[in-house]
């Protein structure tokens, strides 16, 4: 992975992303994955992990913890090829690390600092002596050979081993990739060292805090308390018949009456006022900003970007998050619509057009 460039890509993560405290979307672990150019997708219980889908499980800093089921998924998906990262100290996280043969101890004094075990670095391109690990734990290997990467004279902070066809690291310490561990400089530089270790473009599961499956997922609190409870289901049942009730009120059986329409206007007649309207008021421009923040707005939530940036991030962000812009026509859309001046109506009919096709044409807030 891209080793040459790693200077000016450190400095950029950490200064601009934790130093600065740049805004974004998700922790600072996921911005600066998202800048190496990864596909992070991030497991929650609204979004539960799917291992077929990812070269790299990374779990870090959980506090609940995995069930036995849990365990096992993990467990076949290394020994198939997959890459684990676990990084955490909690206690919850036992089950996790017996599996692999490992066990965390509570070490006397706290573990601020840990420096690289090896004599000949794992990361040769860029080694890193010393990592700020802020850890009260170290992690024992028994019964399954493990390199110990960083440690404390005898107490290892960061091990690794092969585990089938995939490789699992265990480090005991999720300070590493907080937001203040990776002010510190060994630790983002251990941070990019163990991510050039994998593929480009990689498709990372993150995990942080909770982790869930299609197997564990909870339940929605409010359909469960409304179709797995009596007092849930009374409620439906009156709305169902209170909506009958509604619909089937005032209609009358029978023969249809003839509908007789007296001074009936002409649908131009509509078209023309309304025209005469918007000149009158001289309405166009908000016309133009109404159609430019709801389109805007949809393209926000479609790519989940922030939607009250200056036009350039927002442009940036898009096309980062793999917006469609073939030939700049999603760009030059948004700058014509960002216009000030004063627009006529054939401009203004064609900057909708514009929209509506992008519209179609990207699949958005499409029913």
């Known amino acids: 992975m891209r080793t040459s460039i790693f200077t000016p890509v450190l400095i950029a993560l950490v200064c601009c992303l934790v130093s ?8 600072a672990l996921y911005q600066i994955l998202q800048k190496l150019k990864f596909r992070v997708a991030e497991i929650s219980a609204e979004y539960p992990a799917n291992l077929d889908k990812y070269d790299v499980l990374f779990l870090h800093g959980l506090s609940k913890a995995p069930t ?9 998906f290394v020994n198939t090829g997959g890459t684990l990262i676990v990084a955490g100290d ?19 004094k706290r573990m601020i600092f840990s420096q690289r075990l ?23 290997p028994f019964g399954r050979e493990a390199a110990v990467l960083y440690a404390r004279e005898n107490d290892a902070a960061i091990v690794t081993l092969q585990d ?21 400089g060994g630790n983002a530089a251990f941070l990019y060292n163990l991510m050039s270790t994998l593929p480009r473009n990689a498709h990372i599961g993150l995990a942080e805090r909770m982790y869930y499956t299609l197997e564990t997922q909870p339940p929605n609190p409010f359909m469960a308390l409304v179709f797995r409870t009596p007092g849930g289901l009374a409620a439906v049942y009156i709305c169902l018949m209170l909506f009958v009730f ?33 000149q009158k008021g001289n309405t166009r421009m908000d016309i133009v900003r109404h159609i430019r923040d709801k389109f805007k707005t949809d393209l926000a939530t479609r790519w989940r970007v922030n939607p009250n940036v200056d036009i350039d991030t927002f442009l940036e962000t898009l096309t980062s998050r793999g917006a469609i812009d073939e030939d700049n026509q999603l760009t030059n859309l948004i700058v014509d619509l960002e216009a000030s001046t004063h627009i006529s109506e054939a401009q203004l009919r064609d900057l909708a057009h514009r929209v509506e096709a992008y519209r179609e044409f990207a699949k958005i807030n499409r029913r």
């Open 20 to 27: 600065c405290d740049v805004p974004g979307y998700g922790t």
């Open 68 to 76: 036995e089921t849990e365990v096992r998924g993990i467990q076949n």
């Open 90 to 108: 909690n206690e919850v996280l036992a089950d996790l690390y017996l599996a692999y043969g490992l066990e965390l101890q509570k070490l006397t």
């Open 118 to 140: 090896p004599e000949e670095a794992l990361f040769r391109e860029n080694p890193v002596a010393e990592i700020r690990t802020a850890t009260d734990k170290a992690i024992e």
């Open 164 to 184: 089938g066809e995939g490789r699992a690291y265990f480090i005991a310490s999720d300070y590493i990739f907080t937001r203040d561990g990776l002010r510190y």
């Open 246 to 278: 509604l619909v089937l009120r005032g209609r009358r059986f029978g023969s249809p009456l003839d509908a007789q329409e007296k001074n009936r206007r002409l649908s131009s007649e509509y078209v023309h006022a309304m025209t005469a309207l918007y």
